[in-house]
């Protein structure tokens, strides 16, 4: 029955070939643009799919709440939210804004957040290739199986990462960032790269909306409070400057990434990915965004 119904609703969309691929990473610019898959994962760890559903793709953006989890873990919710706010910026994902006199990023959703967070991933202090590895390890206990990194799309990222750089140089300028701002941005970039199939990212979705437990392993990657913090923040920054939009039509915490996929998380329920690369104008999956509008719909999942 729910395959059924995944491969109508993605037969409904598979001809718009509105949007345009991430043209800023050339390699993200070379996938095919006609790949579409949609997941979806009950916290009791039965898993529906229908198209390109393991294709590998890399996280993006989708890399930011999860590593946000690790970071509450490691330094601690005061450490954390001292250094980067709560607050919906509004603006798009790779905005220069940060807050006047503090210089602390609204969110951690935006890239000025993501970047101090990916600098808070720490049990003690940790050499930065420990703290990718520490990263991409907690990456694979979300998804329950052990993911790689794409060294192509980092190097390609890494190549054109001026934006990111000058971010993090005005962090490193307020003492948000307290090391090498270029050695934060590398590990960050790193931490986008990872690659992840859609199956990977409704299984990271499903973790978060079963408290923190992955329902395939059983292990409890990090603790329900830290989850709450997390899905509260998805609610109202996960989709950046459609976040308004997002909250009425859909109503499902949310995350996206520029590579083109998309996941949301029903506490208690179910966690739902899909993906297909073309991107509209605030960086979220055109056909993403039209199938959780869909799914939303026929099954009432509408919760905020
Ligand atoms: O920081 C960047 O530019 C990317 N590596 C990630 C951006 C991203 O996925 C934004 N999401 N829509």
């Known amino acids: 029955m729910i395959p059924d119904y995944l491969e109508e609703v993605l037969g409904n969309v598979a001809s718009d070939a509105t949007g345009e691929l991430a043209g800023y990473i050339p390699e993200l610019a070379a996938v095919d643009p006609e790949r579409l898959g949609a997941v979806f994962a009950t916290v009791d760890g039965h898993v529906y799919s229908a198209g390109d559903v393991d294709a590998e793709f890399t996280i993006q953006s989708i890399s930011k709440p999860f590593v946000y989890a690790l970071a509450l873990a490691d330094s601690g919710f005061d450490a954390v939210l001292g250094k980067v706010g709560v607050e919906p910026s509004g603006e798009a994902f790779n905005q220069i804004s940060l807050e006047e006199g503090t210089g602390r990023p609204f969110n951690p959703m935006i890239n000025a957040g993501a970047i101090t967070v990916h600098s808070l991933v720490r049990s003690e202090q940790l050499a930065p290739d420990e703290r990718v590895a520490r990263v991409v390890r907690g990456l694979s206990a979300f998804a329950g199986r052990p993911l790689g990194v794409d060294e192509a799309v980092c190097a390609s990222e890494m190549e054109n990462a001026h934006r990111n750089l000058a971010i993090a140089h005005m962090l490193r300028s307020h003492d948000i960032l307290t090391e ?26 499903a973790t978060l909306a079963n408290r923190g437990v992955n329902p395939l392993t059983g292990e409890q990657v990090v603790a329900e409070r830290v989850v709450r913090q997390v899905l509260s923040v998805l609610s109202t920054c996960g989709m950046y400057d459609a ?42 999956s055109v056909r993403g965004v039209s199938l959780f509008e869909r799914f939303s719909t026929d099954m009432g999942l509408h919760v905020m």
């Open 180 to 205: 090498d701002p270029r050695i934060v941005v590398d590990g960050y970039i790193r931490q986008c790269s990872v690659l992840v199939t859609t199956r990977d990212l409704a299984m990271m979705a």
């Open 243 to 284: 976040a308004g939009d997002w909250a009425t039509q859909v109503g499902i915490p949310a995350k996206s990434g520029v590579s083109g996929g998309l996941i949301g998380a029903l506490p208690g329920q179910i966690g739902v990915a899909t993906f297909s690369p073309r991107l509209d104008s605030h960086g979220n």
